[in-house]
């Protein structure tokens, strides 16, 4: 049995799969103010699509699911296969929305101090 596929082919389902995965993807990335689109991420990287992403990415990204800003990255391209440019992350810091603490919280603490009615 042979596994040989055309080229046409080939070339059809590549661009039918990075569709499917553009379509159902929130994510992106922030690079010196152009947003460009995240096709998957996973734990040591993510990719995009090798026609829409820009030239040279390498260094400060920031990656947004839709508005949320999730991650602020240190990246370098990694790969590019079957119309997908993969992504390396040097460093991946989540961001919160509170500021840090520099000290443990207590559970049982109050929020607030009310001063006695005078």
């Known amino acids: 049995m042979?596994?040989?596929?055309?080229?046409?082919?080939?070339?059809?389902?590549?661009?039918?799969?990075?569709?499917?995965?553009a379509k159902g993807s929130?994510?992106?990335i922030d690079v010196d103010g152009?947003?460009?689109r995240?096709?998957?991420?996973?734990?040591?990287?993510?990719s995009m699509d090798a026609a829409s992403a820009p030239s040279q990415v390498r260094g400060h990204v920031d990656l947004y699911d839709g508005t949320r800003h999730l991650f602020q990255c240190l990246?370098?391209?990694?790969?590019?296969?079957?119309g997908?440019?993969?992504?390396?992350f040097k460093r991946l810091t989540a961001v919160s929305d509170a500021p840090a603490l520099d000290f443990v919280k207590a559970k049982d603490a109050p929020v607030a101090?009310?001063?006695?009615g005078s």
């Open 2 to 21: 042979s596994t040989y596929v055309p080229k046409e082919v080939q070339a059809g389902l590549d661009r039918a799969r990075l569709a499917r995965l």
């Open 75 to 82: 990246v370098i391209a990694s790969e590019e296969d079957a």
């Open 38 to 46: 995240v096709l998957r991420m996973w734990k040591t990287g993510f």
């Open 84 to 88: 997908e440019v993969s992504f390396e």
């Open 34 to 36: 152009q947003i460009y």
């Open 113 to 116: 101090l009310l001063a006695n």
């Open 26 to 28: 929130r994510l992106r």
